[in-house]
């Protein structure tokens, strides 16, 4: 018989496979954890990103503008007929350039629209629609439903108005819903 046997018992073989098991399912959940909150913060810079390419197109189209109107949520932005200094005599009136949809001025007027699609359901979709091309360009899919425009005249300036967009865009990340909201208050005068 032997008397010094060297091995685990099946109560310690069970307690070091119970330990085990309650370690790696606590390290799974803070590596889960971490990589929920990594998604999530990389969904948000995306957003940020995604809002200020938006506010900027929006800008560059009302420092342009002759004209702006909200409608039913929408944006309408006219433009001014292209006219062209003559190079020679800086103090000569301006003098009508051209048509819209060609050049430097492709469109008279823009609209910024927001519906909802089938493929952003149930956010909206911010489209920007050249009226003279004819051409859409779908700025984004997640766009949230507080978004708005509003548009108030500006004191300062006889003909100035201030643009005040509220974007609020939105995704989802692990079935958790991440939002970015940014308001950019646009001066522009005619």
């Given at each position: 018989?032997?008397?010094?046997?060297r091995?685990?018992?099946?109560?310690e073989?069970?307690?070091?496979?119970?330990?085990?098991?309650?370690?790696s399912?606590?390290?799974?959940?803070?590596?889960?954890?971490a990589?929920i909150?990594f998604e999530?913060e990389?969904?948000r810079?995306?957003?940020?990103?995604e809002?200020?390419?938006i506010?900027s197109?929006?800008?560059?189209?009302?420092m342009?503008s002759?004209?702006?109107?909200?409608?039913?949520?929408?944006?309408?932005?006219n433009?001014?007929?292209p006219?062209?200094?003559?190079?020679?005599?800086?103090?000569?009136?301006?003098i009508?350039?051209?048509?819209?949809?060609?050049?430097n001025f492709?469109?008279?007027?823009?609209?910024?629209?927001?519906?909802v699609?089938?493929?952003?359901?149930p956010?909206?979709?911010?489209?920007?629609?050249?009226?003279?091309?004819?051409?859409?360009?779908v700025?984004s899919?997640?766009?949230?439903?507080n978004?708005?425009?509003?548009?108030?005249n500006n004191p300062?300036?006889?003909?100035?108005?201030i643009?005040?967009?509220?974007?609020d865009?939105?995704?989802q990340?692990?079935?958790?819903?991440v939002?970015y909201q940014?308001?950019?208050?646009?001066?522009?005068r005619n």
């Open positions: 018989m032997i008397k010094n046997r091995g685990f018992t099946l109560v073989m069970l307690a070091s496979a119970i330990t085990i098991g309650i370690l399912a606590m390290m799974y959940s803070i590596f889960l954890g990589w909150s999530t990389i969904t810079i995306d957003l940020a990103q809002a200020s390419r506010l197109v929006i800008e560059e189209d009302v342009e002759l004209s702006l109107a909200v409608n039913g949520g929408n944006l309408t932005i433009f001014p007929p006219l062209l200094t003559d190079p020679t005599d800086p103090s000569s009136p301006p009508f350039a051209g048509t819209f949809g060609t050049g492709p469109e008279s007027q823009v609209d910024y629209q927001l519906a699609t089938p493929l952003s359901a956010d909206l979709t911010l489209t920007r629609v050249g009226q003279t091309t004819g051409t859409s360009t700025l899919q997640r766009v949230d439903a978004t708005n425009f509003v548009l108030e300062a300036f006889v003909n100035g108005f643009l005040t967009v509220n974007l865009l939105r995704d990340v692990f079935r958790q819903v939002s940014q308001t950019k208050e646009i001066v522009a």
